[in-house]
């Protein structure tokens, strides 16, 4: 088991987003017409103010499945799950709603948000093929030895990633509507799949 503990100073934890910080933050800068990172620009505000409509409602909608639930409830070991991400992203607005969900059913998960131009140290630690893809989460125990990470994207929306880098018949802005759309109709349960997945992987290796 990997220690992490190097990544996470008491500077980043201390600064760290709790999930209702990190709503009002995106209520304010959607109010300020801007967004979070270093880059700013119309495009990005425009996402920006989509992904917390998203998030709004999904943090409203989003159904857990029982199978999820019940792998949740039965882990035993305090644990933070830190997730990277930025307001702009319409990955981050689809998955961090069901991740937090899934996680209010037991006090031992804490869920902090970690902006990733502000970490970049941690980002770089967990890069996706080379790129800095959000949204990252990373689990860790009391003493920072990482559990799991996940991120940015289930895996079948991140095959459909690859197909488009691959072969980008279509524009950006066009295969993002339609990531968006693979997400909608997904209803987050690909997500909390794969999340079943590492969780019970975790579970395992404390058993033995």
Known sequence: MKNVADLFPLAVTENAYSYADYMRLMEKVVLEKRTTGEKQSEDL??????????????????????????????????????????????????????????????????VKILLRDENPTIMDAYLTNGGKSIPKLIAVDEDFNELFTWGPRPEEGQEMMRAYKANPVKSYQEFSEEMQRWYIADKSLSLQRELRVLLKGVWLKNEF
């Not at 305090?78 to 899934?102: F, H, K, M, R």
């Open 45 to 110: 505000n425009h996402y920006t103010r989509l992904n917390l409509a998203r998030m709004q409602r999904l943090n409203k909608t989003v159904v857990v499945t029982e199978e999820l639930k019940e792998t949740i409830n039965n882990v035993t070991i305090p644990q933070t799950w830190y997730i990277l991400t930025e307001a702009w992203c319409g990955d981050a607005s689809q998955n961090i709603p069901p991740i937090v969900a899934a996680t209010l059913t037991n006090p031992l998960i804490t």
